[in-house]
Antibody
Framework: QLQLQESGPGLVKPSETLSLSCTVSGGSISSSSYYWGWIRQPPGKGLEWIGSIYYSGSTYFNPSLASRATISKDTSKNQFSLKLTSVTAADTAMYYC??????????????????WGQGTLVTVSS | SYELTQPPSVSVSPGQTASISCSGDRLGDKCVSWYQQKPGQSPVMVIYQDIKRPSGIPERFSGSNSGNTATLTISGTQAMDEADYFCQAWDSSTYVVFGGGTRLTVL
């Protein structure tokens, strides 16, 4: 059974860089069928996709966060990581990692996230 | 940028059918997924590719998508279905987009 677990500091100072990792067990991030993504949720609010990385290392990002976000992977640890620079209080959120499946059919591009990690709360405060 | 609109809240009586809508421009031309999130828990996918149910998701959950609206339907709603529900789609300009979420209350 595939499981994902986020880890990283729970408190980050404004203007600094947020760094999180997601450790995958029960499957390999090197699988050619999947992307691996990050999604966040500010307290009491909705979901916001941050970005995803393919097994090949190619990435795609939410245009609103692309200038500050980087996603990388470490296949030896079966982990992928998120860095978000120049954080502000608006970046305070629960951060989730998830497997991101993309399937192109004849008529539609199918895209979904399953399963999700349990999430880690990151607070931006001095 | 592409947007998905959901009603903030929906109420249903136990045993009745709940319908949660998700609206977007020509949404029927895109594939929609739905996620259930209970308080203090991470989201769980309940519908993908408009109509498919992952293994382990009860048959009472179903989806449809046509025109500008996708709908998540829960037949015979149970108290355990009380949760926030989010729709999600792919758009060529914004890539992944989520709806704002709907709180389902089972009265």
């Amino acid at each position: 059974q595939l499981q994902l677990q986020e880890s990283g500091p729970g408190l980050v100072k404004p203007s600094e860089t947020l760094s999180l990792s997601c450790t995958v067990s029960g499957g390999s991030i090197s699988s050619s069928s999947y992307y691996w993504g990050w999604i966040r949720q500010p307290p009491g609010k909705g979901l916001e996709w941050i970005g995803s990385i393919y097994y090949s290392g190619s990435t795609y990002f939410n245009p609103s966060l692309a200038s500050r976000a980087t996603i990388s992977k470490d296949t030896s640890k079966n982990q992928f990581s998120l860095k978000l620079t120049s954080v502000t209080a608006a970046d305070t959120a629960m951060y989730y990692c998830a497997r991101n499946t993309i399937v192109v059919s004849s008529t539609k591009l199918n895209n979904w996230f399953d399963p999700w990690g349990q999430g880690t709360l990151v607070t931006v405060s001095s | 940028s592409y947007e998905l609109t959901q009603p903030p809240s929906v109420s249903v009586s136990p045993g009745q059918t709940a319908s949660i809508s998700c609206s977007g421009d020509r949404l029927g031309d895109k594939c929609v997924s739905w996620y259930q999130q209970k308080p203090g828990q991470s989201p769980v996918m309940v519908i993908y590719q408009d109509i498919k149910r992952p293994s382990g998701i009860p048959e009472r959950f179903s989806g449809s998508n046509s025109g500008n609206t996708a709908t998540l339907t829960i037949s015979g709603t149970q108290a355990m279905d009380e949760a926030d529900y989010f729709c999600q789609a792919w758009d060529s300009s914004t890539y992944v987009v989520f709806g704002g979420g709907t709180r389902l209350t089972v009265l």
